[in-house]
């Protein structure tokens, strides 16, 4: 059973930056896509970045240019480096390995990060 944990999270004012960071319990070479999610008071989750295996990425359009998502397989962490963070940014952050082999098709989710930006 694949197991994610998440750190990095906490408060920090607006333009400032964070590095959120997610653990993977077994080799990542095995998950082709991973993704950072977010989910605030009130709003559904959202799709914040998505890496593949081949360092494809894709953002939503909130955070382009401002947020990088990596992934170091060797390691089996994801990363998701936010700069020129926003209040509207704050929520919980979760780290994801959609189904595929390696999740025994499961949706294998951490337990969150929280990331508060307020001055």
């Known amino acids: 059973q694949v197991q994610l944990v998440e750190s990095g999270g906490g408060l920090v004012q607006p333009g400032g930056s964070l590095r959120l960071s997610c653990a993977a319990s077994?080799?990542?070479?095995?998950?082709?896509?991973m993704g950072w999610y977010r989910q605030s008071p009130g709003k559904q989750r959202e799709l914040v970045a998505i890496?593949?295996?081949?360092?494809?990425?894709n953002y939503a359009e909130s955070v382009k240019g401002r947020f990088t998502i990596s992934r170091e397989n060797g390691k089996n962490m994801v990363y998701l480096q936010m700069n020129s963070l926003k209040p509207e940014d704050t929520a919980v952050y979760y780290c994801?390995?959609?189904?595929?082999?390696?999740?025994?098709?499961?949706?294998?989710w951490g337990q969150g990060t929280q990331v508060t930006v307020s001055s």
């Open positions: 994801n390995a959609p189904p595929s082999p390696a999740t025994a098709w499961g949706d294998v």
């Open positions: 077994v080799n990542t070479f095995s998950i082709n896509a």
């Open positions: 890496i593949t295996l081949g360092g494809r990425r």
